[in-house]
């Protein structure tokens, strides 16, 4: 069949060559208008909902033009039906499963004998949105070299603004069950292009390319966009729905994927199915790229404190520990003493023990620390001191082997910290003083962690501080992670957010401890600072600044700056330094040097305050 024929007239005519030949059930008349039942295309597979209304059926002769062929991971092709119907709720499209590599080739008009299933990536428990496929093939190739079906146009104009419809009470919170609606909710709108040929035209970057060769893109380029380029994730019912994950179909090996940043531009089109997975929802999975435009983002540098002012910032340092290269060290010291301006105070987290993932018992990290503090004086920074408390094996989470915990580091020259014995794991630290004049009991110490909201999740460390005379109470944490929580893109609409349950006990934890400082020196200054894991508008939290114990400094910055994380290209915040009432002026800065770049030394950004206690 030449490519020059009409797709209308192609379709037809493989329809009835495959009717003929006795692929499809019927007969050749059939393709010509007879009344015998018309053959299930693609479109009555994919129905007006989520899950297709043949789910678990087999189907015969379903009958489309090859679009694209992925012959690594999850194994298969796309096929289009050229002839589309005229009902905008049900695609075209559909992702036929081999398993093993495919033999067709774009430009084949096929028929297709299989099962239909819904595939969920991360299983049922993920709460993902379920992918409509054709399992188990049976591939017969009626003609090669036609034209595939045009792209389908994503663009600022096509998506609509609301993000999702209200999931159904009645079936727990699912919109699985709702028909379609793509003129008015993006999600039903990318749905019911699932598995079509789509293209999007130039496309600004909101999320760096990741180890796994994928990145991020807005068609819409003035959804909630920030100075730097990225798209900005302020609510919860901000979910910023021109943002698409894009992979490329070719193999790295045969074409590099581009290593962009937040701000770089993918110009031109970029076109090929898309496709849903659990690590994104809806992804454009590209035979054609755009063009690679660098921007030429750069990392920031913060202000240097006055000799006056305390400088206090809080940095993850994702699993630091000896066996990481001298290059990792050496780039993290570099950012303390050049971008962050060598605080006074840094608190660290993520800092494992002395083995790292190595699952044997060790708990110390002094050799993490050692080296660490080494790279930083030959980066021309201080000679940071330390202080921490080691983790009981196998009780704060996070990698097996770990055992991560917060540490304090402090430059001696111009801070001093207040040790008072007494700390370990197990013992919780408290209040003490006289009116006007707080002190903690242990220092360092940990706060309260026998509550079982600290159950697998760090324990906050607490120290104590003088500055120019002054005490200064800095309370380092990592509340627990995301993980468990249902995607954006999830068939619940609103999301199961599981894990917010515990970050709401820890923070009410943490609130609890800051209102007993508070409670002997309502003017005392108390920093609460770490890798939160939550939005500055969250449970969590409101938890640590409820009763005005606590204000989130975060806050104090323009809108567009509130972040130091990049998730599926939304720019959100993670990490937040907290201040007591005590601390009445401060300047704050997210030093972003991370999160936007696809070369990272950490997948977070560092905070920043300086004040004058």
Do not use: C
């Not at 992918?131 to 096509?158: E, R």
């Not at 992670?481 to 609409?493: A, F, L, M, N, P």
């Amino acid at each position: 069949m030449s490519s020059s024929i009409p797709r209308s007239a192609a379709v037809a005519a493989v329809v009835s060559a495959a009717l003929a030949a006795g692929l499809l059930g019927g007969s050749a008349a059939a393709a010509d208008g007879a009344t015998t039942a018309a053959p299930v295309r693609i479109h009555d597979i994919q129905g007006t909902t989520r899950v297709s209304p043949l789910a678990g059926k087999p189907v015969t002769g379903v009958t489309g033009v090859v679009t694209g062929v992925r012959t690594f991971g999850s194994r298969g092709f796309w096929m289009q039906d050229p002839q589309a119907d005229d009902d905008p709720a049900t695609s075209e499209g559909i992702f036929v499963f081999t398993s093993s590599v495919p033999t067709v080739a774009v430009g084949d008009a096929v028929s297709v004998n299989g099962s239909v299933t819904e595939y969920v990536p991360g299983g049922l428990n993920s709460g993902n949105q379920s992918l409509t496929q054709i399992s188990k093939p049976v591939i017969t190739v009626l003609s090669q070299g036609n034209q595939v079906p045009a792209p389908v146009t994503v663009w600022s104009g096509s998506v609509p603004g609301a993000y999702a419809p209200e999931g159904d009470p009645a079936a727990g919170g699912s919109i699985n069950g709702l028909t379609l609606d793509p003129e008015k909710y993006a999600l039903d709108y990318y749905e019911s292009l699932e598995g079509t040929n789509v293209r999007i035209g130039s496309s600004r970057v909101v999320g760096a390319t990741d180890p796994y060769n994928e990145l991020w893109v807005t068609v819409k380029p003035f959804e909630n966009d920030n100075r730097r380029g990225g798209t900005l994730y302020g609510s919860y019912e901000s979910q910023n729905t021109g943002r698409l994950q894009i992979q490329q179909l070719a193999p790295v090996a045969q074409q590099p994927f581009p290593k962009l940043n937040v701000g770089d531009w993918l110009a031109g089109t970029t076109e090929g199915p898309l496709d849903f997975n659990q690590y994104g929802g809806y992804t454009l999975v590209a035979n054609t790229l755009g063009r690679s435009v660098d921007l030429g983002l750069e990392r920031e540098v913060t202000e240097r404190q006055h000799k006056n002012e305390l400088a206090v910032a809080t940095y993850n340092v994702e699993n630091l520990d000896p066996s990481d290269p001298q290059t990792k060290f050496d780039a993290l010291a570099k950012a303390v003493v050049e971008n962050l301006a060598s605080p006074d105070i840094v608190a660290l987290e993520e800092i494992q023990d002395d083995n790292g993932a190595k699952n044997d018992g060790t708990v110390t990290a002094g050799e993490t620390l050692k080296k660490f503090t080494a790279a930083i004086a030959a980066a021309g920074g201080p000679a940071y001191e330390w202080r921490s408390i080691d983790p009981e094996n196998l009780k704060d989470g996070g990698e097996p082997g770990g055992n991560i915990r917060q540490v304090f580091l402090f430059n001696p020259a111009r801070v001093s910290f207040v040790d008072r014995p007494g700390g370990d794991a197990t013992t919780a630290t408290a209040v003490t003083g006289t009116k006007g004049d707080a002190h903690l009991t242990v220092s360092p110490g940990r706060i309260d962690p026998s509550n079982a909201a600290w159950q697998d999740s760090r324990k906050p460390l607490a120290g104590e501080f003088r500055f120019r005379g002054r005490t200064v109470i800095v309370v380092a944490n990592h509340f627990g992670s995301k993980g468990g929580d249902e995607s954006i893109v999830s068939h619940h609409q609103p999301p199961t957010r599981s894990s917010e349950v515990k970050r709401l006990l820890q923070g009410q934890a943490v609130n609890a401890f800051v209102k007993d400082v508070l409670a002997v020196d309502k003017q005392a200054d108390v920093l609460v600072l770490g890798d939160i894991n939550d939005f500055e508008f969250s449970g969590a939290t409101q938890a640590l600044t409820a009763g005005g114990a606590l204000y989130p400094a975060v806050k104090s910055l323009p809108v567009s700056e509130r972040y130091s994380y990049v998730y599926q290209g939304n720019s959100q915040v993670l990490d937040q330094i907290l201040t007591s009432p005590g601390v009445h002026h401060f300047e704050y800065d997210s030093v972003h040097i991370n999160a936007e770049f696809a070369d990272q030394n950490s997948d977070h950004d560092p905070q920043v305050l300086r004040f004058r206690p």
